[in-house]
């Protein structure tokens, strides 16, 4: 690899999602709306766990974690694209770049597993009922949420690091409206293969793994209630079962679709980037409290 004190391009420009001025102000409404509704929503649902006792099961602290990532993930990106869509120099700093490069594979890959995580405590909550509570103590659940962060940095340590040593000569033009290891490496004035089969091997297959592992624990947990004769707890469960394979597969389903195949900028992969990015943090608080009638009846309280 050839380092980063080789390259001469200093900032970038980011392309935004469109190039037409009567869409700007849609846009900035849009996704002003978007973010704002991402943080209240987000920040109610940690606010109404931490604050009602019958919110203190293990689903409902890794529910307020995934609301805490949410909150971060969205503002890695929404509030530098509002704006960008303002300015008339739509630029950011290399370091800025790489910068929020770390931190967007940091807490999307943190959700990612988080999101697993969740899947194995709906599946001991669901086809391990009686140990429950043994299985999922208050210090494992601690535990999980750690090596969950651990895992996320590592990922995202590694995708940022390998992207700060790519030697950038010019053109300095991101098609993108966020800096990320597909629209980087297409720049790079450098042979980028180890670097494509990386983001293949790491960021593909780490998102393509967990949506099969939850997929995999979604059919078991779906067959196990199935065997249940109580309706209100089969209703219960699928109710609970159905939202999260919902959240997984707004979140999960773009990500293997945009980091599973070689650095070719595509038309669509902006609009298909605001379903992970943007759309999955505000739809999560929606998809958790509309289903979720203890959430609900906590956030009226």
Request: hydrophobic content about 50%; charged content about 10%.
């Amino acid at each position: 690899m050839i380092f980063r004190n080789q390259s001469s391009v200093m900032e970038f420009t980011l392309s935004g999602l469109s190039h037409s001025h009567e869409s700007h102000i849609i846009f900035f409404v849009l996704f002003l709306i978007l973010y704002l509704a991402t943080i209240s929503g987000n920040l109610a649902i940690i606010v109404a766990v931490h604050i009602d006792s019958h919110l203190r099961s293990p689903m409902y602290f890794f529910l307020s974690n995934l609301s805490v990532l949410d909150i971060c993930y969205s503002t890695v990106t929404i509030p530098k694209m509002l704006i960008n869509i303002l300015s008339e120099r739509k630029t950011i700093s290399f370091n800025q770049c790489i910068s929020q490069l770390f931190f967007l594979h940091l807490f999307g890959g943190t959700e990612c597993f988080l999101l697993t995580v969740m899947a194995y405590d709906r599946y001991v909550a669901i086809c391990n009922p009686l140990r429950y509570h043994i299985v999922m103590n208050h210090r494992f659940c601690f535990w999980l949420v750690v090596v969950s962060w651990v895992a996320g940095f590592l990922h995202s340590f590694t995708q940022a690091f390998l992207t700060y040593q790519l030697p950038f000569c010019g053109p300095n033009k991101i098609n993108h409206f966020f800096c990320d290891v597909h629209p980087l490496a297409v720049l790079a004035c450098a042979d980028t293969f180890f670097m494509d089969m990386f983001i293949i091997a790491n960021s593909g297959m780490i998102s393509l793994a967990c949506f099969v592992v939850l997929l995999f624990s979604s059919l078991v947990i779906i067959q196990t209630i199935s065997k249940t004769h109580q309706k209100e707890g089969r209703q219960k469960a699928f109710s609970t079962c159905a939202s999260h394979l919902l959240v997984v597969t707004i979140f999960l389903g773009p990500s293997v679709f945009i980091y599973l195949r070689p650095p070719v900028n595509y038309p669509a992969d902006k609009i298909i980037s605001v379903l992970y990015t943007v759309l999955t943090p505000f739809l999560n608080p929606i998809i958790y409290t509309l289903r979720n009638q203890e959430v609900k009846n906590a956030i009226k309280k």
